[in-house]
């Protein structure tokens, strides 16, 4: 099943359940956006820095994606969830089906709670930028480091992974 027709199965199937959904596009996923939960499906892409080209790979990248960004927003990151086709048509609903994709299930956070809006409309203090400036320093001098993981970071390598994107 393509993507086009998963996208449209699930915005039905979403919109009977939700008061209003929204779909948000990105290079690599497809973003289901209802009232209190946002649903990501990580598009079968590959542009060399990252290969989604197979289900077996965006689930297993779903998985990395969930432990990766529960160290910093637990209640944000929820679960995996299957999408299944069932009678020709892709849905979230659990039982029978054939397993089609994977969506990462996380909690909305409202607009308004974002730091691009908290800062837009003046609502961003100087104290809570600290704050959260001493949360994600912390956070990087516990982080685990080696030279393989250094090595990504050098300019070298960091420019290879930009070319590459801007040549596709």
Not at 97 to 122: D, T
């Amino acid at each position: 099943m393509d993507l086009f027709k998963i996208e449209n199965d699930l915005l039905l199937e979403l919109k009977r359940d939700s008061d209003g959904v929204e779909v948000v596009h990105t290079h690599i996923s497809m973003v289901f956006l209802t009232h209190g939960y946002a649903l990501k499906v990580k598009k079968p892409v590959n542009f060399g820095f990252l290969d989604f080209t197979t289900l077996e790979r965006r689930h297993y990248f779903c998985h990395q994606e969930l432990i990766l960004n529960r160290r910093l927003a637990r209640d944000i990151y929820l679960d995996i969830i299957p999408i299944r086709e069932r009678n020709g048509v892709a849905t979230l609903k659990g039982g029978p089906g054939r397993i089609i994709e994977y969506a990462i299930l996380m909690k909305r956070v409202p607009q308004e709670s974002l730091l691009k809006y908290k800062l837009l409309n003046g609502e961003l203090s100087v104290e809570e930028l600290e704050r959260i400036s001493r949360h994600i320093a912390q956070f990087h001098l516990s982080a685990k480091g080696s030279e393989e993981i250094s090595h990504f970071g050098r300019p070298e390598v960091f420019k290879v992974n930009t070319d590459e994107n801007f040549s596709q």
